[in-house]
């Protein structure tokens, strides 16, 4: 499809909006359409005709020539060139109307609210380190579960007794065991992955298999053992067949995850995976986009690196990973007192 047509629809779309102006160049949207040789707007258009604009004769002009490029397809039209100057603010006629969609909603108070997501591009933190850029940050210096029940449980040990025996999403009916975490309750490195596997749900404990065994060697090149860390997925139960968690699994289950890093306080948590690293920082922008970056999540810096079963499957990411755990260290040892 070439330039042109890829215009030409574009065009029609945002007169079907209610769009009549291009401040592009001065010209009405049935002005570009009529160059581009598409039909001017339909009885059913919300477009109406503009009063103090008389409309052009129709005159037959010649095929303007294939082009890659819209604002070439435009002038070979007969359109104004691309030079052609953007109309001052005080000399624009009335804006249009902004649309509106849907009726705002009410605002969620806090006896509504499981958690307040607060996701902000670099606002309000600086990273603690001067050549690493600053991220994400997710809520202030304290979560609020507000009334849920997640927000009672004083330790982790009870945690995985109530995670034992949740309902909140269907997942327990067809997970073998609940997998709601291991390590030390006072770890300063916090590893959060996405859901248990099949090796995970055998054994009611996560990160082990092939995976597990790439993360100790992964934390064994930063100088931590797996005993020293807390580990815990973002889902305590496994979706049936390795499935991608559901949002409203997430949503279920994310209440005992922000209670366990709120019980833990780590001073850096490691994001494995995209699910992990989305969840955490109430986002949809990918791994490649996260990494890189000190996130704040409460308060406490966040890494996003890539999940270790997916450097069994693509090697060549094993080389980013480890810049992110190096990343992770700097700033655990940032954060130790001296000597620690």
């Excluded at 909603?105 to 996701?119: D, K, N, Y």
């Excluded at 995209?274 to 000190?294: D, M, N, P, S």
Aim: include cysteine; proline fraction near 11%.
């Amino acid at each position: 499809m070439d330039a042109r047509e890829l215009l030409r629809r574009y065009l029609e779309q945002r007169r079907d909006l209610g769009e009549t102006e291009l401040v592009l160049d001065s010209m009405s949207v049935d002005d570009a359409l009529a160059l581009l040789g598409a039909k001017a707007g339909s009885p059913e258009s919300p477009v109406s005709s503009r009063p103090d604009r008389p409309e052009r004769p129709a005159s037959p002009r010649a095929e303007p020539p294939v082009t890659a490029d819209w604002r070439e397809a435009i002038r070979a039209a007969g359109g104004a060139p691309e030079s052609t100057p953007r109309p001052k603010a005080a000399e624009r006629e009335e804006p249009m109307p902004r649309r509106v969609d849907k009726p705002p909603t009410a605002p969620v108070t806090p006896s509504e609210a499981e958690h307040v997501p607060t996701t902000q591009a670099g606002a309000g933190a600086e990273s603690p380190l001067g050549d690493v850029p600053a991220g994400l940050v997710v809520g202030g210096a304290s979560r609020a579960l507000f009334d849920d029940p997640a927000a009672k449980l004083n330790t982790l040990e009870e945690i995985a007794n109530v995670v034992a025996s949740c309902r909140r999403c269907p997942l327990y009916a067809t997970a073998l065991n609940p997998v709601p975490g291991v390590g030390d309750p006072n770890a300063d490195f916090m590893c959060v992955g996405e859901a248990p596997g099949a090796n995970e749900d055998a054994q009611g404990e996560p990160f082990v298999g092939q995976a597990g065994q790439l993360l100790n060697k992964i934390l064994a090149a930063i100088d931590l053992k797996r005993e020293d860390v807390f580990i815990a997925n973002v889902l305590k139960h496994r979706p049936p067949g390795n499935r991608n968690p559901m949002p409203d699994e997430v949503i279920a289950c994310s209440p005992y995850l922000v209670r366990q890093i709120e019980l833990v306080r780590p001073k850096v948590i490691l994001a494995l995976g995209t699910f992990a690293a989305q969840t955490l920082l109430e986002t949809k922008l990918t791994i490649g986009k996260l990494r890189g970056q000190v996130h704040r999540y409460y308060g406490v810096p966040l890494i996003v690196t890539y999940h270790p079963a997916a450097l069994l499957r693509n090697p060549s990411w094993k080389r980013p990973t480890w810049e992110d755990v190096q990343l992770a260290r700097r700033i655990l040892d940032r954060a130790r007192p001296a000597g620690a």
